[in-house]
């Protein structure tokens, strides 16, 4: 069984798009040699900067060939006095049988005539060549282009197509590319063209021989050197980043490292700005010695041999220096004006179109930050107050420094900085203006899943109120994100906010803060555009339950139906749902609550019906003097526990609160043994109805356990 | 052609500033490529020239490359700071349609600078090019090379709102970085421009145009006087609106004669396109006046958008009749000569 290989050659892809497009290449291959029973052994990817390569190892030659039974006119017509008919003849000659062979069915409809046909099976040549340019063309490209016909359209002009099975070359053709079996070596360190002696593993040879790696080993290569450079400093080490090292994997096709230097005096810029540096602008690694400080030093990956002469060390250097100088001019330049002094600036900084300035936006969100201190100070929580609205007054101003301007990703962090070395204000003292410059620093935390929240409860405060306005805004225009367009991020934001409150266990309900983040904008030109305040609404709540959601599932590890469970009783308190979480979780496998689940959707049901009856429950239940012994027993227990129940509640003990709650199992089990609802007397009928409507609110204060999937746990 | 002379570290013999436009014109002047001169109405980057911004339009192949002195009004920085220039130049190179070895002959560009690339470590990162002042975009990369940017490579897709076809490949060398680079120097003002044959005698890029950068500056930032920028702005907006509707009118003109074709044929858009240039600088320079505040900015880039927009629209079709016309005489050449396809009208002919 011969070996498929695939490689498209392309000028170079987008690092970043070089994994999922190569993966998803592999699957459509995968799939199209499945359907068409062409299934490989195995089968992988290969991809670098300039190509991506899929090899199938063991796919049949041809597909196998396939019986099928057709069926031809009736034996009434097909025969007459035992002589093939006309029409016999001619389906034995559509079908290539010969007429005294042809069987005969019986069908509902009759006896039939009917044949075996073999359908000869076409090579993988042939099926590969017709069906795979469609798979290439359908691979996904978060920006594509064209080159040649306006209809085709890949991410980067397609230069050459290597096909072939074993060593015949399949007559694929692609985009005006016709496959053959040259390859293109690396661009400086080999000739140029390679010829593939063979589907297989002598395509990863050949490709080796010619200077070019699979990720994998390209991997394996840089960490080595990596560690190798690093060891030329004692005590050194290169920090670790991902992301960094994802993004140089795929930026080589034969990687080695370069060790550079660079001035000492420069670490006296701020750390984040020289890591940002090295990091986002020239992808280079930090060093740091064993103190995890800063070295003057830095890792370049490059996409070659080697720098014998030094002259490539050299030159990243020179430019290394240039960034710095920059950074460093910036950082001057950027102190003949205070933060302060900025504020007025933001005026000419767009927030958004309708919703105005940074200017506005500081105001507002100054605003809406004090209001929320003030509901933080209420609970009892230690605030400062007067930190919040400062670190607000001056959180953008650094958007019109030269340095954010430059390094937008250092936002905040710059106004941070800044904001520790500047004098805000000679009266205030040196722990608030630092309190005040950390307020700062943090506020745009936590940027991702990843990141951490805000330290202080100033920071998250800030950062909580930041959002929300951004947020608010947006859905009160009506631009709440669809799909994969969120433009400003806002489900990135709210996952923050979610986080922030649940981690700092903040007093903070989510409706609230949405409803006092709009009431900012009031009065403002943005006003007119805005949604109406009940589409607003729920469009949000909506929205934000999701985020809760997520967080829950996604980052704390809740299972689907502790999440269900718990945000039908509630999804505004974010602390709030936490706690309930926690405690249901506790008891959820317990089998007196798998009991009440089910009982909870029985009386669920039970109302629902009567309410398509039209059958109105009793305001309120009480003991009649004809009701059954397990009824009343049901209503003492209610009685007896349901203002502990509540008590416990209204303290947040949620897992005393379901302890005892657990307890009504037995009364109710006997109630439902032993106790019709929907009888006849309306009289009783009400009553009970309104007994069971106390009972489902009683029990999905804290969650609704008929969300709780019982099957197969115990 | 020319040596491929390899880098060493002391770069006394390294190529003055002069000689390395010199070399990559004559590189692509033996390739095909006209040798256009810089535009002469200020221009923000030698894509707004003409050269790059109407040539790209239509099916007509073309190849040119210039240098193009790009005005930047807010990146002016007094001549203080060593990397960064209010104008710099950028050498400009447009092959429309690229050719399939369009990167290979960058490269090779390179080697007729003096840049071996055997010992160099050289990079194209993705890099996605958009002005919407333009309503212009393409897709590419930047070339790295040692860790510097020194060229944006673009396959542009879309030129004041028109799909193009074919598309073009535009290659900008920013000659400042290359040029600090060669001579490995780390103020741009230290490039040697010339040096003189016979003396040895250097001038610098400092001597040559660094009054430019702290006089501009000045201007730019301090004196330009906002209240007439607007109305050079509004002036040339509205002529430019003028004729872009003249335009319209003439072409949707459809009596048949030749007076309406050759009216139309002559028709200024070139001066129309200026114009849209002379708006797009004073909005640069009023925007380096932080004179333009939030609610008017978008606005006023939407204007500049709708004049280059009338123009590209105005021009293709301009194109078209001429084309047409080019045609039409195509049919009235003897029979024999008929098969001949117009190579002119081949968008794949390179």
Redesign the interface.
């Known amino acids: 069984m011969p070996d498929f290989l695939l490689e498209i050659g392309c000028?170079?892809i987008?690092?970043?798009m070089i994994d999922a497009a190569s993966s998803e290449l592999r699957e459509r291959v995968s799939a199209l040699l499945g359907k068409e029973r062409l299934a490989a052994k195995d089968i992988e990817s290969f991809d670098s900067?300039r190509r991506l390569a899929v090899l199938a190892s063991g796919i049949p030659a041809a597909q196998p060939d396939a019986t099928e039974q057709i069926t031809g006119p009736s034996v009434n017509v097909a025969y007459k006095d035992g002589q093939p008919t006309p029409a016999a003849h001619a389906f034995a000659r559509k079908s290539g049988v010969d007429v005294a062979l042809l069987a005969k069915i019986s069908t509902p409809k009759g006896e039939y005539l009917s044949a075996t046909v073999t359908k000869k099976g076409r090579s993988a040549s042939e099926i590969i060549a017709e069906h795979l340019p469609k798979e290439i063309s359908s691979i996904y490209w978060p920006?594509?282009?064209?080159?040649?016909k306006?209809n085709e359209r890949f991410v980067?002009?397609i230069?050459w197509l290597v096909a072939m099975l074993d060593a015949e070359t399949i007559p694929l053709e692609f985009d005006g590319v016709r496959a053959a079996n040259i390859s293109r070596g690396h661009?400086?360190l080999s000739d140029g063209d390679v010829t593939i002696p063979q589907a297989g593993l002598a395509y990863i040879d050949a490709l080796r021989n010619a200077r070019v790696l699979g990720r994998p080993e390209r991997e394996r290569q840089i960490r080595k050197y990596l560690d190798v450079a690093a060891r030329a400093i004692s005590g050194a080490r290169w920090r670790e980043d991902k992301s960094l090292l994802d993004s140089v994997i795929n930026?080589?096709e034969f990687p080695s490292v370069i060790l550079g230097n660079f001035d000492p005096q420069f670490l006296s810029l701020p750390e984040e700005v020289l890591v940002t540096v090295m990091r986002d602008h020239?992808k280079?690694f930090a060093l740091e010695d064993s103190s995890h400080k800063l070295l003057p030093c830095f890792l370049?990956v490059?996409?070659?041999d080697g720098?014998p002469?030094?002259?490539?060390r050299?030159?990243?250097e020179?430019?290394?220096?240039?960034r710095f100088?920059?950074a460093r001019?910036f950082w001057e330049t950027d102190q003949k004006k205070s933060l302060l002094e900025r504020l007025d600036l933001l005026?000419?900084?767009?927030f958004q179109?309708d919703l105005?300035?940074y200017y506005d936006k500081t105001r507002r969100v100054q605003r809406l930050c004090s209001w929320l201190s003030e509901i933080i100070k209420q609970s009892g929580m230690a605030i400062r107050a007067g930190v919040i609205h400062k670190a607000a007054c001056l959180a953008k101003t650094d958007l019109t420094t030269e340095l954010v301007k430059e390094f937008t990703e250092l936002q905040g962090i710059i106004g941070g900085l800044y904001a520790r070395v500047q004098e805000l204000d000679p009266s205030l003292p040196e722990s608030t203006r630092l309190a005040i410059a950390d307020t700062v620093y943090g506020h745009y935390k936590p940027e991702s899943t990843d990141d951490e929240v805000p330290q202080s409860i100033e920071g998250a405060v800030l950062s909580i109120g930041d959002k929300a306005d951004t947020i608010a805004g947006m859905f009160a225009l009506g631009l709440a994100p669809s799909g994969s367009k969120d433009p400003f991020a806002l489900r990135r934001q709210a996952n923050g906010i979610v986080r922030t409150i649940a981690e700092k266990k903040l007093p903070l309900r989510l409706s609230e803060l949405m409803r006092d983040a709009r009431a900012g904008y009031q009065g403002s030109d943005a006003e007119k555009k805005f949604v109406n305040a009940d589409k607003f609404r729920e469009s949000l709540a909506l929205f934000l339950r999701e985020r809760i959601e997520f967080y829950l599932r996604d980052v704390l590890g809740y299972s689907y139906d502790v999440v269900k469970a718990v945000l039908a009783a509630g999804s505004d308190d974010v602390a709030d749902v936490l706690s309930r979480a926690a405690a249901v979780k506790q008891v959820m496998y317990m089998p007196e609550f798998q009991a009440i689940g089910a009982a909870g959707k029985r009386m669920r049901n039970i109302l629902r019906q009567a309410q398509e009856k039209n059958i109105v429950p009793a305001t309120q239940f009480e003991y009649l003097a004809d009701a059954a012994d397990e009824e009343k027993a049901l209503m003492a227990y209610l009685e007896r526990s349901a203002g502990k129940i509540e008590e416990h509640r209204t303290k947040k003990e949620y897992l005393d609160a379901l302890l005892l709650l657990s307890t009504i199992r037995e009364p109710l089990d006997r109630f439902f043994e032993k106790v019709m609802v929907m009888v006849e007397n309306e009289r009783i009928r009400a009553n009970r109805l309104a007994l069971l409507r106390t009972l489902l609110r009683e029990f999905s204060t804290i969650a609704d356990f008929s969300e709780i999937v019982t099957e197969g746990k115990n | 052609m020319l040596p491929n002379k390899s880098?060493h570290?002391v770069k006394s013999n390294s190529l003055t500033f002069q000689e390395l436009i010199l070399r990559l014109q004559s590189f692509w002047a033996e390739r095909g490529c006209v040798l256009q001169q810089p535009y002469d109405v200020e221009v923000g980057a030698g894509t707004m020239a003409p050269e790059t911004f109407l040539r790209v339009l239509g099916p007509k192949p073309y190849k040119v490359a210039y240098v193009q002195p790009s005005r930047r009004p807010a990146d002016g920085r007094y001549g203080e700071?060593?990397?960064?220039l209010f104008k710099h130049m950028q050498l400009q190179v447009i092959l429309k349609?690229?050719p399939?070895n369009v990167?290979e002959l960058y490269?090779e560009s390179l080697g007729a600078i003096g840049i071996d690339?055997?010992?160099?470590?050289?990079?194209?990162?993705?890099d996605?090019w958009e002005a919407p002042t333009l309503s212009a975009w393409?897709?590419g990369?930047q070339v790295m090379?040692?860790?510097?940017e020194i060229t944006q490579f673009t396959?542009f897709?879309q030129c004041g709102g028109v799909?193009l076809?074919p598309?073009s490949a535009e290659l900008t060398y920013g000659l400042e970085r290359i040029g600090s680079?060669l001579q490995?120097v780390?103020s741009i003002y230290d490039i040697v421009w010339a040096r003189d044959p016979k003396t040895g005698h250097e001038v610098k890029y400092g001597d040559v145009r660094l009054a430019d950068e702290q006089q501009f500056s000045v201007y730019n930032f301090e004196l330009a006087d906002v209240d007439k920028a607007w109305k050079h702005f509004e002036l040339c907006e509205t002529e430019c609106r003028k004729l872009l509707e003249q335009y319209s009118a003439i072409s949707e003109d459809k009596s048949p004669t030749d007076g309406v074709g050759r009216e139309r044929s002559r028709f200024p858009i070139l001066g129309a396109y200026d114009l849209c240039l002379k708006c797009s600088h004073y909005f640069n320079i009023l925007d380096a006046r932080?004179a333009?505040?939030?609610t008017e900015?978008?606005g006023v880039i939407a204007r500049v958008r709708a004049l280059a927009v009338g123009i590209a629209k105005a021009w293709v079709d301009q194109q078209k009749n001429e084309l047409a016309a080019g045609e039409k005489s195509a049919e009235e050449e003897p029979v024999r000569e008929k098969r001949r396809v117009n190579p002119t009208l081949s968008p794949?002919a390179s």
């Open positions: 000028e170079e987008p690092a970043r900067p920006k594509n282009m064209y080159w040649r306006t980067r002009p230069r661009r400086i930026l080589t020239q280079y370049a490059l996409n070659t720098d002469d030094g002259l490539i050299h030159g990243n020179r430019v290394l220096r240039a100088n920059d001019f005026r000419h900084v767009t179109k105005g300035s | 880098l570290p700071n060593p990397n960064r349609p690229p399939e990167q490269l690339l055997r010992q160099h470590d050289i990079k194209f990162e993705e996605n393409g897709v990369w090379l040692d860790g510097l396959y897709q799909d076809f598309i680079f490995d780390d932080g333009i505040s939030v900015r978008v794949v």
